[in-house]
């Protein structure tokens, strides 16, 4: 069955550096999402990305989708404590499926 | 605007009883969709359903679970004769219909003694 595969696991930085994290699919994605969840909650929808090398961002996240729409990468810039939590993409076709996401914990 | 509504939050039942986990989607979401997370792990998607309809169940165990999203009500995931490997987090999520984004409960955090 189609997998979404995300690298690294686990990502612990200071605050203040960047952050990214990458998804790659053994099939082609029809639309990749973006969510998050922090610890002891529930995902939160960040973003959709449709287009092939489509770009997008949100403050300080930068999404991309890539050429050949089988992987794409969330990048952030400075990072905050209030980023820390779980990243995941997710290859949203009529279901969802989300890859093993990246844990991003923060040093103050 | 309410939210997607999970209850309970936490359920606890010993081994080999049966637990009943409810889902009411956001107004006007036709779209329910069921996931597994164990801790420490990702979200593995269990089922998808439309009211009075299963669209896909490619990711429920074959036994012991199933799944309804009557046309009145809450969706249910039913999980009979339950283990102590059933214990998780379950989470729904609802959304319109087409490749939209998906709006998550809170979560039902099942243990089973």
């Not at chain 1, 090398?53 to 949100?58: A, I, L, N, R, S």
């Not at chain 2, 606890?12 to 969709?33: D, F, I, N, T």
Request: hydrophobic letters at 30%; a positive charge.
């Amino acid at each position: 069955g189609q997998q979404v595969m995300q690298i690294p696991q686990y990502q612990h930085v200071q605050e203040g550096e960047d952050f990214t994290t990458y998804c790659n699919s053994s099939t082609t994605l029809s639309n990749i999402q973006w969510y998050k969840q922090r610890p002891g909650g529930h995902p939160v929808f960040l973003i959709q990305l449709v287009k092939s090398g489509e770009v997008k961002k949100q403050k300080r996240l930068t999404f991309q989708f890539g050429e050949a729409k089988k992987n794409s990468s969330l990048h952030i810039t400075a990072t905050q404590t209030t980023d820390v939590g779980t990243y995941f993409c997710a290859d949203r076709a009529s279901k969802i499926i989300f890859g093993s996401g990246t844990r991003l914990s923060i040093r103050p | 605007n309410a939210g997607v509504m999970q209850n309970p939050r936490h359920l606890v039942r010993r081994r080999g009883q049966e637990a009943r986990l409810r889902c009411s989607p956001m107004k006007g979401h036709s779209h329910v969709y069921w996931y597994r997370q164990l801790p420490e792990e990702g979200l593995k998607f269990m089922v998808y359903l439309q009211k009075e309809n299963i669209i896909d169940e490619s990711g429920m165990p074959k036994e012991r679970f199933s799944a309804e999203f009557p046309k009145e009500g809450p969706s249910i995931l039913r999980i009979q004769q339950v283990v102590r490997g059933d214990s998780a987090a379950y989470f729904c999520a609802s959304s319109h219909p087409g490749n939209t984004e998906a709006f998550f409960g809170q979560g039902t955090r099942l243990t089973v003694v």
